[in-house]
């Protein structure tokens, strides 16, 4: 089956600190209630009872899903909510036990009773979560969704009906891997942002992807700057200081500006030696992950968890490499970027609960890599590369996060991934394709095989490796 994955699929706008774990439930919530409304049922519900499985259940509390899922069936939307009313919203529930179901009628909640985290995991994926709605007259109805990563959320029949029906792509190149992206650029004599540039139009006018392109770009240079200039201890009780204040007051010293742009182009503006090369990409992915461990808002690059990686190695082409770049880079690497997470979405996972952190650093990494080697002049093979050698020194790294919250090692792990992405970038720009030994494509089969050999607690259940060698007290 050929899946038609757009750029706008693997980059979302939604509210941390999970992409899998709390923009996955966030957006299932969404769909049941659409299911209730479509069903004519809304506004005969009594109760609403939510079941987590698996993965979701073990970290839940960690990563806000109880939060996500209160939100959703309260019908915010994420992309939109205003991230500063999420506690008020929140706490009305609590206090209040009610919740306003679709932001239409109230009904009795408490979510310590409403919201249930069993343990067991369901068969078809790591990620899987039951909404039961009970009518006045004590009917059920009920739906299980899975969260499979990068706020994607699909239900099991569904994924079988088409698997059956065999439905093929309408892109006017459909891609199912990296050979069929190569051979595209060769026969048309294009990059592949411009292949991904003609599958984007077959859906949406260039007006709009040039719009919501950069109104993601937009979203990416905003997290930064509120990361860069936000003080104080994360929540979630590890009691994690925010780094990348400290590190932004030392890199950029005195300065005038009074926006995201502005702040933009003074750093631009500021000399930058050597050793600080590297201290301004980790500030940059700093910066990000913690408003995302805050509950900010963020962009999914595929994950909410790996979501500092693609705005750091943008920035450090923007303030680094090319001071004369505009509108057109950032739109031509946020396209390169997207269409690589989409070809280990078809080929692996981009779910830390199925397959590590590996899935989502690693992947993330292999994506800035592929973007910063075409923007810097890679040919598509070296692109391909360059994302082949990103992900190959990611295989086998586990997701273990401590306390189940998005903070360690995860916060760390995306600077990380940003300069090995800049160094894989390098390395692909000096080596001939002719003399690669190993192809994108096997190195995504090696790490779903890798992500099928690797122990259940090594991914995202706390339940091994540093999640379990470093106690809450010892934080």
């Known amino acids: 089956m050929e899946e038609c994955i757009s750029v ?28 209730l409304r479509s069903e004519n049922l809304i506004h005969s519900v009594k109760t609403i009872r939510v079941d987590l499985y698996g ?11 109880d939060l996500a899922i209160m939100l959703g069936l309260s019908g915010q939307d994420p992309e939109y909510i205003l991230v500063q009313n999420i506690d008020k919203i929140i706490n009305e529930i609590k206090d209040n036990k009610i919740l306003l179901l679709g932001n239409e009628i109230e009904i009795p909640f408490s979510f310590e009773e409403a919201i249930v985290f069993n343990k067991n995991f369901l068969p078809f994926h790591a990620n899987g979560l039951t909404f039961t709605a009970i009518s006045s007259n004590n009917t059920q109805y ?105 590190m932004h007051q030392h890199l950029i010293g005195l300065a005038n500006y009074d926006s995201p742009q502005t702040w933009l182009e003074q750093i631009r503006k500021t000399e930058v030696k050597f050793r600080q090369i590297l201290k301004w990409v980790s500030c940059f992915a700093l910066a990000v992950n913690e408003v995302n461990a805050a509950l900010g808002r963020v962009v999914t690059a595929p994950t909410n968890g790996s979501s500092g990686v693609i705005p750091a190695v943008l920035m450090y082409y923007l303030v680094i490499e090319n001071h004369e770049a505009g509108e057109k880079e950032i739109k031509q690497f946020l396209m390169v970027a997207g269409e690589i997470g989409s070809i280990f979405k078809k080929g692996s996972t981009i779910s830390a609960a199925m397959g590590g952190c590996q899935a989502e650093i690693g992947v993330s990494s292999a994506m800035a890599a592929a973007a910063l080697c075409e923007l810097m002049g890679g040919t598509p093979a070296q692109v391909l590369m360059a994302a082949e050698i990103a992900m190959e020194h990611h295989l086998g790294l586990t997701c273990d996060p401590v306390g189940g919250l998005v903070q360690i090692p995860c916060i760390e792990r995306n600077t990380m991934g940003a300069i090995k992405a800049i160094n894989a970038a390098e390395l692909a720009l000096e080596t001939d394709p002719k003399n690669a030994k190993v192809p994108l494509d096997k190195v995504i089969d090696t790490m779903w095989q890798t992500a099928k050999d690797m122990n259940n607690k090594y991914k ?3 339940e091994g490796g540093l999640a379990i060698a470093v106690n809450m007290s010892d934080c």
């Open 55 to 65: 993965s979701l259940s073990l970290t839940g509390k960690g990563h806000a899903t």
């Open 460 to 462: 995202e259940t706390s």
């Open 142 to 246: 009920s739906s299980t969704y899975y969260s499979i990563g990068g706020g994607f959320v699909v239900v099991e029949e569904r994924v079988n009906a088409k698997k059956k029906l065999q439905i093929k792509c309408a892109f006017p190149f459909p891609i199912q891997n990296a050979d069929e992206l190569l051979k595209y650029t060769l026969e048309q004599n294009k990059s592949i942002s411009e292949i991904v540039y003609e599958n984007e139009k077959s859906m949406r006018s260039e007006a709009e992807i040039h719009h919501e392109l950069m109104r993601i770009w937009n979203t990416m240079l905003e997290c930064m700057y509120i990361g860069c200039h936000s003080e104080g201890i994360l929540p979630g009780g590890l009691n994690v200081r925010r780094r990348a204040f400290d």
């Open 8 to 35: 706008f699929d693997m980059l979302k706008i939604g509210v941390g600190p999970s992409s899998s774990h709390t923009l996955g439930p966030w957006r299932a919530a969404e769909r049941f209630l659409g299911e």
